[in-house]
Structure formats: C-alpha cells, structure tokens
C-alpha cells in the first residue's frame, strides 16, 4: 500500500486531489418530470387507487430523494378533496401555502418519504389509510397520517404535511404536482416546504435526473 501510495503522489497528485473532491451536483432550477410506470407509461391520477396500503414512491427533484404519491381517501375509499392549506413550521413559526391535491378529485398529493426528524424512510415512515392498522402515534392510535416510527412523528397528508406530532418541527416537504385533466397524466414541478431532511437546498446534494420523467415505483406494502 506504501509503494501504491507514493507511486501515486509522485505520477498523479492532481487525479487524486480531483477523485477526493468530487464536482459538485445539483440542479440550478426545479425540473419538470412526468411521472411514469416502471415500462414508461404516464401514471393516470384516476387509475390511482384510494387508500391504498402500497406505498408508491418516485424520486424528485434528485435522484436520491424519495417522495410518496397517494391517493387520499375516507373510510368508504371515498376520494377526499384536499384543500389548499396553510401549512406552519413548528422550528421557527413560519408559514407557507400548500396547494392542495390534484387529479379529477383534487385527492392526489406528493410529500417526501424523507421524515424531517432524522431522516428514517420507509417502511418506519408510511402512510396509514383508514381501515387498516391504526399507527400508535403520541396522540393515541391514528389513521390518515404517516408516521415514523423510528422516534414517533406524525404528519398530516390531508393537511399539506403538516406537524402532528413531534419530535420533527419540520413538516414533510410537498412535491407540488401538475394534472393535465385532458390526458390525466402527472408532473412533478417543483417542492414546497421546508428544505428535504439533510441537504442545505432541494436541488443539491444527489444527482440530477436524467430525461423528462420520474418512475413511480411500488416499495411495499408495510401492512402485509
Ligand atoms: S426519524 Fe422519524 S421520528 Fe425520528
């Protein structure tokens, strides 16, 4: 290794200064990004199932960032309305505007799969539909929200993302979509919210995408 090293130093210290600093990645501007199957089919909003217990994920505005894409629904799997919503920021009391849901029944939301505790994912953080097993949040057994269960945090997805219940006082960032009502195809277009867990801004950090589209993928469901 001795041999290796000085080898090195003497025929390439600038390659090996380069590999150790790699280029910094990142985007300058939030990308627009079709969501797609994994064969490249348009996601359709109306063929999204309601409450569903998979979770479906597809990264944005990275490559390494995951988000969830769901359905929302009431205890009948009835689509509900998500409304525009002003969401706070626990840490510092500040607000912003949460858009509310798309699709033909404004019940398709995106929020990052990335909790703002301390980042644990799936499956420790995943939405909870009604009608099936409550999450056992510090307010009690609870439905419609996604929990983490590393450390108990609780947001609202009928709510933009909002806090429930700490210890995050960050909510989940929201990935603001696009519905096009004549084709019923999704984009992701930008995040709302506070900064993704971890990273100093949303488009550094992780690699950029490459192309127009992002895959939405099935990563489970944490029910069966
Ligand atoms: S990482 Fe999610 S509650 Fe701590």
Request: aromatic fraction near 10%.
């Amino acid at each position: 290794m001795v041999f290796l090293g000085g080898a090195a130093l003497v025929g390439g210290a600038v390659p090996i200064v380069k590999y150790l600093e790699p280029p910094v990645v990142g985007l300058s501007s939030f990308p627009t990004l079709q969501l797609v199957d994994k064969n490249g089919n348009p996601i359709k909003a109306s063929q999204l199932p309601v409450n569903s217990p998979q979770a479906f994920q597809f990264s944005y505005p990275l490559t390494n960032e995951p988000n969830f894409l769901i359905n929302l629904g009431d205890e009948n799997n009835q689509p509900v309305q998500v409304p525009q919503t002003e969401v706070t920021v626990p840490a510092d009391g500040s607000k912003y505007v949460f858009p509310g849901g798309v699709g033909p029944n404004k019940s398709v939301v995106a929020y990052s799969a990335i909790c703002q505790h301390l980042g644990c994912k799936y499956p420790e953080l995943h939405f909870y539909p009604p009608n099936y097993p409550p999450a056992q949040t510090f307010n009690g057994p609870m439905t419609k929200v996604i929990h983490c269960s590393c450390h108990g945090s609780t947001y609202d997805p009928y709510g933009g993302g909002a806090v429930i219940t700490g210890p995050t006082v960050h909510p989940l960032p929201s990935v603001v979509l696009q519905w096009d009502s004549s084709s019923d195809e999704l984009y992701a277009t930008r995040m709302i919210g506070p900064v993704i867990y971890s990273h100093s801004s949303d488009l550094t950090g992780g690699n950029p995408p490459t192309g127009t589209v992002t895959q939405v993928v099935d990563v489970g469901n944490p029910f069966s």
